[in-house]
Nanobody, 126 residues
Framework: QVQLVEAGGGLVQAGGSLRFSCAAV????????MGWFRQAPGKEREFVAA???????YYRDSVKGRLTISRDNAKNTVYLQMNSLKPEDKAVYYC????????????????????WGQGTQVTVSS
């Protein structure tokens, strides 16, 4: 079993930047794809970005060009760099480990992820 520990997040002005990290504790995660999701109050959890074991990246359309997902397998850590933040980016952000038996087509689907971080809040002031 793996535990995902998130750090980062907080309050930022519109146009600002934040960086999240998500450390996997308990086993090596280099062979797993990792994803970031977010959930705003009263809304469904939605896909933000994913990175394959081979470091191919995937993004939801509304964040392309502003967010960058990356991984450092030596540190067992995945990152999410968020730039040009907008008020609509306000949400709780979660990292998750993708199930190895699911295809890459399932990256946007929460059910395709096995383990989840505790979530970290992002608030963007206008």
């Amino acid at each position: 079993q793996v535990q995902l520990v998130e750090a980062g997040g907080g309050l930022v002005q519109a146009g600002g930047s934040l960086r999240f990290s998500c450390a996997a504790v308990g086993r090596t995660f280099s062979s797993y794809a990792m994803g970031w999701f977010r959930q705003a109050p009263g809304k469904e959890r939605e896909f933000v970005a994913a990175i394959s074991a081979g470091s191919n990246t995937y993004y939801r359309d509304s964040v392309k060009g502003r967010l960058t997902i990356s991984r450092d397998n030596a540190k067992n850590t995945v990152y999410l760099q968020m730039n040009s933040l907008k008020p609509e980016d306000k949400a709780v952000y979660y990292c998750a480990e993708h199930r190895a038996t699911y295809s890459l087509n399932s990256y946007p689907a929460p059910y395709a992820y096995d383990f989840w971080g505790q979530g970290t809040q992002v608030t963007v002031s206008s």
